[in-house]
């Protein structure tokens, strides 16, 4: 063999390698007997709670605007991510049944 052909052949074997072990590192699957922790944060947190009071106000008057982005970033970020996937689902949902406007320029989350 040439060295060229050497060369080749090596980067085809570290290139199979490289995506192989990226393969095994993206398909997030545990190791044989490795435990699995799935902790489900509590339903009645003082965030949840205030996040769902603060939304339920928006939701009443029917517009989302600026500063209701701002009172609903400072109660999101305590969020877990299931509760914030509820909250955004609530918003959605009001948003789908045109019971709720955003204004221009307004961000929702």
Request: proline letters at 4%.
């Amino acid at each position: 063999m040439t060295r060229s052909k050497l060369a080749l052949v090596m980067f085809g074997l570290v290139l199979t390698g490289g995506l192989l072990i990226g393969r095994v590192a993206v398909s997030q699957k545990a190791a044989p007997g490795a435990a699995t922790v799935t902790a489900k944060p509590p339903s009645n947190s003082p965030a949840l709670e205030k996040a769902h009071k603060v939304v339920g106000q928006i939701l009443e008057t029917g517009r989302w605007t600026v500063k209701d982005h701002e009172q609903v970033q400072v109660v999101f970020g305590a969020l877990h991510t299931e509760q914030k996937i509820e909250i955004i689902r609530k918003v959605a949902a009001a948003i789908d049944n045109k019971k709720l406007i955003v204004e221009k320029g307004a961000r929702l989350f």
